[in-house]
């Protein structure tokens, strides 16, 4: 955590950039929620949380902050 805040990643590849991105859809992001929910929950964790992703093609990652903006 940096400065109090949770950050959950969730890792996408393909072999193109549009393809890895465009695999991160709204139910995806929904289910994703959720289960970070249920576990800051379950962690009795009353804490802030941003979810980030990281785009993997070839042998170039890209990390794009705060994805659910």
């Known amino acids: 955590s940096k400065e109090g805040v949770y950050h959950f ?3 996408k590849s393909a072999q ?3 393809t890895a991105v465009n695999n991160i859809n709204p139910s995806k992001l929904s289910k994703l929620k959720r289960s970070v929910d249920y576990y800051l929950q379950t ?3 009353n804490t802030v949380y941003v979810i980030d992703a990281l785009i993997v093609v ?10 659910t903006l």
Not at 58 to 67: A, G, S
Request: glycine share 0%; net charge negative.
């Open 58 to 67: 070839d042998n170039h990652i890209e990390f794009l902050e705060n994805i």
């Open 16 to 18: 193109d950039y549009e």
């Open 43 to 45: 962690k009795k964790l």
């Open 9 to 11: 990643c969730e890792v």
